[in-house]
C-alpha cells in the first residue's frame, strides 16, 4: 500500500536557521506530493506540491523537489523565522481509480527559537 | 482562511452517545471529505462525497456514517461512542472527483468522557 515516512520531531531550530524535513514515500506509480502545515489550534493549509517527477514545488521560501530515483520529497527553507513554529506533514496522492484521498506522513513539530 | 467552515469546533461528550459534525465546502467545491486526526494513529481518510455520492472509503468504522446533502454540505455522524474516538475530525473540500488539491476546514475536536 502507500505510505510516507517522515523524520521524527520536533525539530528545535534559532530564527534564520535552515531547516530541513526529510520525507520518503512509497506508492505505485507516480504519485502527487504535498506539503501541510498546521499552525497551532487550527486545520491544516497546503503548502506546496509537486505532480511529477523532478518538479520543485516553493510557497513562503519553503521548497520541496520531486525525487523519484529516491522517492523522496524533503522540505527546505534557508532561513526559518519563528512564526514557522507549525506542524509540518508530508502527505501524497496516489494515481489511478479510487485513489482519491490523501496519505499522510505522521507529521514533524518544528519550533523556532528567537 | 480555505473557505472550508466546520461546527461545531468542539464536542464534549460521553460514551456510549451520538454525534453529528457538519462540513461546508469551499463555493464551487463538489467533492467533501472526512479526515480523523489522533494522537496514535495520526491523519487518517475515513470517507468522500462527490455531488452527493459516496466515492471512497478509508478506514471508517462502521459505527461512523456519512452523507452529503443536495446543498453539497456534509454530516459524519459517530454513534456508540468510545474513549478512543476522541480526536479531531477535519473535512476537506476539492473541486473535482479526484482533484490534487484538497482544502482543509479548521476541525472539529470531539473529547468523549
Known amino acids: 500500500g502507500n505510505s510516507v515516512t517522515q523524520m521524527e520531531g520536533p525539530v528545535t531550530l534559532s530564527e534564520e536557521a535552515f531547516l530541513t524535513i526529510n520525507c520518503t514515500y512509497t506508492a505505485t506509480g507516480y504519485p502527487s506530493l504535498f506539503w501541510y502545515v498546521q499552525y497551532p489550534g487550527e486545520g491544516l493549509q497546503l503548502l506546496l506540491k509537486a505532480t511529477k517527477a523532478d518538479d520543485k514545488g516553493s510557497n513562503k521560501g519553503f521548497e520541496a523537489t520531486y525525487r523519484k530515483e529516491t522517492t523522496s520529497f524533503h522540505l527546505e527553507k534557508g532561513s526559518v523565522q519563528v512564526s514557522d513554529s507549525a506542524v509540518y506533514f508530508c502527505?501524497?496522492?496516489?494515481?489511478?481509480?479510487?485513489?482519491?484521498?490523501?496519505?499522510f506522513g505522521s507529521g514533524t513539530r518544528l519550533q523556532v527559537q528567537p | 482562511d480555505s473557505g472550508v467552515t466546520q461546527t461545531p469546533k468542539h464536542l464534549i461528550t460521553a460514551t456510549g452517545q451520538r454525534v453529528t459534525l457538519r462540513c461546508s465546502p469551499r463555493s464551487g467545491d463538489l467533492s467533501v471529505y472526512w479526515y480523523q486526526q489522533s494522537l496514535d494513529q495520526g491523519l487518517q481518510f475515513l470517507i468522500q462525497?462527490?455531488?452527493?455520492?459516496?466515492?471512497a472509503k478509508g478506514n471508517i468504522l462502521e459505527r461512523f456514517s456519512a452523507q452529503q446533502f443536495p446543498d453539497l454540505h456534509s454530516e459524519l455522524n459517530l454513534s456508540s461512542l468510545e474513549l478512543g474516538d476522541s480526536a479531531l475530525y477535519f473535512c476537506a473540500s476539492s473541486v473535482g472527483e479526484a482533484s490534487y488539491e484538497q482544502y482543509f476546514g479548521p476541525g472539529t475536536r470531539l473529547t468523549v468522557t
Open positions: 502527505a501524497l496522492k496516489a494515481v489511478g481509480t479510487g485513489r482519491r484521498a490523501l496519505t
Open positions: 462525497y462527490y455531488n452527493g455520492e459516496e466515492r
